[in-house]
């Protein structure tokens, strides 16, 4: 992903410099010598005196204030709950219901023979193998290319 957005850098760049008047400008700022910029220079900052705080007030005492007696005022007293005479209820008139009807008798369901299943077939369960095959390795050592290697010298040295 981060190839990408290199490549894609790139081709903006080369896109603005394929225009002839970016690459007139840049070759331009390659022609012209390098020049230093001028170092500005700062401004002396004068000394300035140090100020001095004036002292802190002193806090004034106050004198001690004395609050007069709170007035007590005396609860009054509750009034008594009258008492009201028990009301008493007409007796609920008596309603007379019919009596039920009679339910009918159901018939009687016939006997149904019940139902047997023939038995399961036996079979067998496969054999799962205990012994697996090796895994074959990977090579170490690599046969030598003859176009690779150097020539077997003639002399020895």
Known sequence: MASCNWFIITFFVACAFSSIDMSLA????????????????????PSLPKPTLPPMPSIPTLPKATLPPLPTTPLPTLPTIPTLPKAALPPLPSTQFPPLPQMPTLPTMP???????????????????????SIPTIPTTFPSIPFLSPPPSTTSP
């Open 26 to 45: 840049a070759r331009h700022l390659l022609d012209t010598p390098a020049v230093p910029p001028p170092v500005p220079t700062l401004p002396v900052v």
């Open 111 to 133: 006997t149904i023979p019940k139902a047997t299943l023939p038995p399961l077939p036996s079979i067998p369960f496969p054999t799962i193998p205990t012994n697996f095959p």
